[in-house]
């Protein structure tokens, strides 16, 4: 069983406390690098010379040069770490690249315009070049994200390695910091489209801040996908295994990762309880389906049960609960570009929205988000 896309007001108000609020370096901690491997923790992007892309009250873009610490907010974040509840896209390039312009750089643009209700963040990695060119290009496209300027035959960027890829190369970091895919946006396009969508059907999981042990690698691809306890099993053996054989950077990852699934199943215990508190039915309904997916037969499956069993005590909030489940359930068809671009799943999607928007006679937040994004294709789709 996969997991949904959360809705519009619902997804973002459910985000546990911990995706917000992490350990803390020193001012002077060395950043951790490694390299990126699929299945892993992504390492951070370590650039220093950034073009700040803003947008200006009349709609303008302004750009400067700067390699000062920038604030660590929204989407102008540049470490992974200040994104952790998001889902990014790291993606390197060259302005003078006439498919990268033309075909990838549009499509990152379209990504983070359809999807601003499901915090999905973007930062890209040029070629070097000059400020003025770079500026004119980024304003040109629309791009109103993170840019780096680096010279890709010497930068120290573990996402930048010509060794390795291509110079157009896009990576997927999914909410809590695992790299759920890389390819070229260019050649495998579908591909990169579906890693986009799928990750950003995932609730957040606590973030692992080390690249672990190659053996956790299967039990990590559990964590990510939403699946704690079978990552927690997976986990508990890699640790027996490695004390078998005095493999101690084995069992302390294997440690770390039952730690972080246990986090993450308390977390979401603790985010359940306080929406079914707070007659939340749209946040409930979401965490619900994670938690299904994401618990098993035992301690954790007996609270989510008592949960439940408190819910169908309450009439209107159970009604208000099979709405929410029933959007939900929809949202499972939404096109990952919808609603910037037109196309004929976009046009469908648009519709089925607007048949879900009149047959509720009542006002809730699914029928307003419903509305609002059906609205927004009709009037701003390209």
Excluded at 10 to 18: I, M, R, S
Excluded at 187 to 206: C, G, I, S
Excluded at 242 to 248: I, P, R
Excluded at 264 to 270: E, S, Y
Aim: net charge positive.
């Amino acid at each position: 069983m996969r997991l949904i896309a959360l809705s519009f007001l619902g997804f973002l108000a459910c985000f546990p406390a911990w995706a917000q609020d992490g350990p803390k370096l020193l001012p002077d901690a060395p950043p951790l690098i490694w390299k990126p491997v699929v299945g892993q923790p992504a390492p951070d992007i370590n650039c220093k010379k950034w073009i700040d892309i803003t947008v200006e009250s009349k709609g303008t873009i302004s750009a400067s040069v700067s390699s000062q610490k920038p604030p660590a907010v929204s989407l102008k974040a540049r470490k992974l770490f200040d994104l952790k509840d998001h889902v990014v896209i790291v993606h390197t390039f060259a302005f003078d690249d006439a498919v990268a312009k033309d075909k990838v750089l549009p499509l990152v643009r379209d990504l983070l315009l359809a999807n601003s209700d499901r915090k999905l963040a973007a930062v890209g990695i040029a070629n070097k070049t000059e400020l003025e060119t770079a500026r004119n290009e980024a304003k040109e496209i629309g791009l109103d994200y993170p840019i780096a300027l680096e010279d890709m035959s010497r930068s120290d960027s573990p996402y930048v390695d010509l060794k390795a890829h291509a110079a157009c190369w896009a990576f997927v970091v999914g909410r809590g910091g695992g790299l759920l895919w890389q390819g070229n946006p260019a050649v495998d396009d579908k591909k990169f489209l579906a890693a986009v969508k799928d990750a950003l059907d995932l609730y957040p999981v606590t973030r692992v801040e080390r690249k672990m042990n190659d053996r956790l690698v299967k039990a990590l691809a559990e964590y990510y996908a939403g699946r704690l306890a079978k990552a927690g099993s997976l986990a508990e053996d890699e640790m027996k295994a490695g004390q078998k054989v005095l493999d101690m950077q084995r069992v302390d990852d294997a440690k770390m990762l039952d730690n972080a699934v246990r986090e993450t199943q308390n977390a979401w215990l603790g985010k359940l309880t306080e929406a079914s508190t707070q007659k939340d039915a749209a946040g409930y309904a979401a965490l619900e389906r994670a938690a299904k997916v994401g618990f098993a037969k035992g301690d954790a499956q007996k609270d989510l049960d008592r949960l439940q069993n408190e819910a169908h005590k309450d009439g209107f909030f159970e009604s208000r609960l099979l709405e929410s489940r029933k959007y939900l359930n929809m949202l499972d068809e939404r096109p990952v570009l919808f609603p910037a671009r037109k196309e004929t799943a976009s046009e469908a999607f648009a519709t089925k929205l607007e048949a879900f928007a009149r047959a509720s006679s009542n006002a809730t937040d699914e029928t307003r988000t419903a509305k609002s994004l059906a609205d927004r294709y009709r009037q701003t789709a390209r």
